[in-house]
Nanobody, 126 residues
Framework: QGQLVESGGGLVQTGGSLRLSCAAS????????MGWFRQAPGKEREFVST????????YYRDSVKGRFTISRDNAANTVYLQMNSLKPEDTAVYYC???????????????????WGQGTQVTVSS
């Protein structure tokens, strides 16, 4: 079993920045690809970004490319999401997730992930 705990969410104005963190309590963190998803009120949970086990491969949804950066520290069992130039449409609960089966690549589907965190709220005011 694994546990993921997100932090770093909050309220920020349009154009501001936030850095989300996800601390993982899983066996051998480096054996997992890690992803970030988000869910806005009344909408489906959607993919945001993912990173392979060694950090060499990353993938983003189009709407966040150039604004968000995913990274990981395997020694600290933590994955990060640096979010810059935030927009009101980025408002959502952000979830991190861990994928063991697809550790070597950049999984973008919810079904490809084994563990999920409880989420952290990000609110961008206009």
């Amino acid at each position: 079993q694994g546990q993921l705990v997100e932090s770093g969410g909050g309220l920020v104005q349009t154009g501001g920045s936030l850095r989300l963190s996800c601390a993982a309590s899983v066996r051998t963190f480096s054996s997992y690809a890690m992803g970030w998803f988000r869910q806005a009120p009344g909408k489906e949970r959607e993919f945001v970004s993912t990173i392979s086990w060694n950090g060499c491969m990353t993938y983003y949804r189009d709407s966040v490319k150039g604004r968000f950066t995913i990274s990981r520290d395997n020694a600290a069992n933590t994955v990060y999401l640096q979010m810059n130039s935030l927009k009101p449409e980025d408002t959502a609960v952000y979830y991190c997730a861990a994928s063991s089966k697809y550790y070597y690549t950049t999984p973008a589907l919810r079904a490809q992930y084994d563990y999920w965190g409880q989420g952290t709220q990000v609110t961008v005011s206009s």
